[in-house]
């Protein structure tokens, strides 16, 4: 049978939904019709253009090209029924795909893929199993300039459950490189992800971000029981010519957390003190009861000394009400960076090096921690045992101090604290019970000789 059909229908209804502009011409072909010129508007201002091969009975399937480009991705999330109504989705000006498509029952193969999110292009490939157990999405993407929210906004688009847990509702595999990447307002020259999550698993086997305020970054990880009580580890390393640079763009950009401000300002006020910097460390969490338990270990390391740290300790549903442990050890060639990261205002006059601090804590920070603090150096030791606890006016310290020092000199005239005779010597012992708060410092039982 030869011939030709052409359709043009201002407006087709099918269901709750309305499709507008449809026209396509069709032509019989050994095993289906040949399509060519098939075009519709759907909802969210989304153009569907397709041509090719439509088979038929044993055969169903589609062959050939496909556009879809959508000027409203938002609207066309709500047409989806799955779409995450984030902010970013309700931003993104537009998006869409064209690709040379196989779309058969049991495997859907996209080729040639192009990508657009908003101003961003990706290139690769994409392909859906559902001939198995669990269907499986296997995505492969590479590109230029990408926004991370908006690329997430527009993946959120074909999933369920919620922005914080969606659930994919297949199995996925996904490989994606760009660069420049922005994210949260931070720019990086190149991201790259390899990540596979099946049924109740997710692994991160490559995430790396390169040039991100100066730092690269390495990460490996895995998530498992995702539906109900995750648990999950995370393995990561960052490197930087000068740490410093990167602490001060986070703080910039996230002003919430005081910590971060004061860290900035404490390492911004300590010359050199990340020059040269890698850090690794390992983190892990877990259900226990009805609380969930966390652990971290790592080392990082500069130019200007290195550290260790360890931390154990369980949270209930507010992750700052934490109840555990904690212990620093830091070492410095210069000692005096100590005292500047500790606010202290300095004269950069040195001291002699090196120097080692070692800190442990135990209780819940919100409410009362007990604290053992060692300090030594060359010819300086100095300890403090207590509590640090949170009092009406404010964080109360108490507990017992004990300094010895062949000679304090370089200490008193770096702080500006000289004594009558300092600069020919000042050996110093002391022993005193200290209790500090609300700016205020009160010692009791002191035994010192200088």
């Given at each position: 049978?030869?011939?030709?059909?052409?359709?043009?229908l201002?407006?087709?209804?099918?269901?709750?939904?309305?499709?507008?502009?449809?026209?396509?011409?069709?032509e019989?072909?050994t095993?289906?019709?040949?399509?060519?010129?098939?075009?519709?508007?759907?909802?969210g201002?989304?153009?569907?253009?397709?041509?090719?091969?439509?088979?038929?009975g044993?055969?169903?399937?589609?062959?050939?090209?496909?556009?879809?480009a959508?000027?409203?991705?938002?609207?066309?999330?709500?047409?989806?029924g799955?779409?995450?109504?984030?902010?970013?989705?309700?931003l993104?000006?537009?998006?869409?795909?064209?690709a040379?498509?196989?779309?058969?029952p049991?495997?859907?193969r996209?080729?040639?893929l192009?990508?657009a999110?908003?101003?961003?292009?990706?290139?690769?490939?994409?392909?859906?199993?559902?001939?198995?157990?669990?269907?499986?999405?296997?995505?492969?993407l590479?590109?230029?300039?990408?926004?991370?929210?908006?690329?997430?906004?527009?993946g959120?688009?074909?999933?369920?459950?919620?922005?914080?847990l969606?659930?994919?509702?297949?199995?996925l595999a996904?490989?994606?490189?760009?660069g420049?990447?922005?994210?949260?307002g931070?720019?990086?020259?190149?991201?790259?992800?390899?990540?596979?999550?099946k049924?109740?698993?997710a692994d991160?086997d490559?995430?790396?971000?390169?040039?991100?305020?100066?730092?690269?970054?390495?990460?490996?990880?895995?998530?498992?029981?995702?539906?109900l009580?995750?648990?999950?580890t995370?393995?990561?390393s960052?490197?930087?010519?000068?740490?410093?640079?990167?602490?001060?763009?986070?703080?910039a950009?996230?002003?919430?957390?005081d910590?971060?401000?004061?860290?900035?300002?404490?390492?911004?006020?300590?010359?050199?003190?990340?020059?040269?910097?890698?850090?690794?460390?390992?983190?892990s969490?877990?259900?226990?009861?009805?609380?969930?338990s966390?652990?971290?270990?790592?080392?990082?390391?500069?130019?200007?000394g290195?550290?260790?740290?360890?931390?154990?300790?369980?949270?209930?549903?507010?992750?700052?009400?934490?109840?555990?442990?904690?212990?620093?050890?830091?070492?410095?060639?210069?000692?005096?960076?100590?005292?500047?990261?500790?606010?202290?205002?300095?004269v950069?006059?040195?001291?002699?090096?090196?120097?080692?601090?070692?800190?442990?804590?135990?209780?819940?920070?919100?409410?009362?921690?007990?604290l053992e603090?060692?300090?030594s150096?060359?010819g300086?030791?100095?300890?403090f045992?207590?509590?640090?606890?949170?009092?009406?006016?404010?964080?109360?310290l108490?507990?017992k101090?004990s300094?010895?020092?062949?000679?304090?000199?370089?200490?008193?005239?770096?702080?500006?604290?000289?004594?009558?005779?300092?600069?020919?010597?000042?050996p110093?012992?002391?022993?005193?019970?200290?209790s500090s708060?609300?700016?205020?410092l009160?010692?009791?039982?002191?035994?010192?000789?200088?």
């Open positions: 049978m030869a011939g030709t059909i052409s359709v043009n201002p407006a087709v209804v099918a269901g709750d939904t309305t499709i507008r502009e449809v026209s396509f011409q069709a019989p072909a095993s289906g019709w040949r399509v060519e010129g098939f075009r519709a508007m759907l909802p201002r989304t153009k569907l253009e397709a041509g090719g091969l439509l088979g038929t044993d055969g169903f399937g589609f062959k050939g090209n496909l556009i879809v959508s000027t409203q991705p938002s609207g066309l999330a709500n047409w989806l799955a779409g995450i109504a984030t902010p970013a989705l309700r993104l000006s537009g998006a869409g795909f064209s040379n498509v196989d779309l058969a049991g495997m859907q996209f080729d040639a192009e990508l999110v908003g101003s961003s292009m990706l290139k690769g490939s994409a392909s859906r199993r559902t001939d198995g157990e669990r269907p499986l999405v296997e995505l492969a590479k590109g230029d300039t990408l926004d991370l929210g908006m690329f997430a906004a527009f959120g688009m074909f999933v369920n459950g919620s922005a914080d969606p659930d994919l509702g297949h199995d996904l490989t994606l490189d760009a420049p990447v922005t994210a949260s931070l720019e990086a020259d190149a991201f790259g992800l390899t990540a596979r999550v049924e109740d698993r991160i490559r995430l790396m971000v390169t040039n991100l305020a100066g730092a690269s970054l390495s990460a490996t990880g895995s998530l498992t029981d995702l539906s009580t995750p648990s999950g995370v393995d990561v960052i490197v930087s010519a000068d740490g410093a640079e990167l602490i001060s763009t986070l703080a950009q996230f002003s919430g957390p910590w971060l401000s004061l860290a900035a300002d404490r390492i911004g006020a300590t010359p050199d003190l990340l020059s040269d910097a890698q850090l690794s460390f390992i983190a969490t877990a259900p226990e009861d009805k609380d969930r966390w652990t971290l270990s790592g080392n990082a390391k500069a130019a200007s290195s550290a260790s740290f360890t931390g154990n300790w369980k949270s209930g549903e507010d992750l700052g009400d934490a109840d555990g442990g904690w212990q620093v050890t830091a070492t410095q060639r210069e000692p005096l960076n100590f005292l500047s990261l500790a606010g202290v205002d300095l950069p006059l040195g001291a002699p090096g090196p120097a080692t601090v070692e800190l442990k804590a135990n209780g819940n920070p919100a409410v009362s921690l007990e603090f060692a300090y150096a060359e300086t030791s100095a300890t045992a207590g509590t640090r606890s949170n009092g009406a006016d404010g964080p109360l108490a507990g101090v300094l010895t020092s062949d000679d304090l000199d370089p200490y008193l005239l770096a702080t500006g604290l000289a004594l009558p005779g300092t600069g020919f010597g000042t110093v012992t002391l022993q005193t019970t200290m708060s609300g700016g205020s009160e010692m009791k039982d002191i035994a010192a000789s200088v």
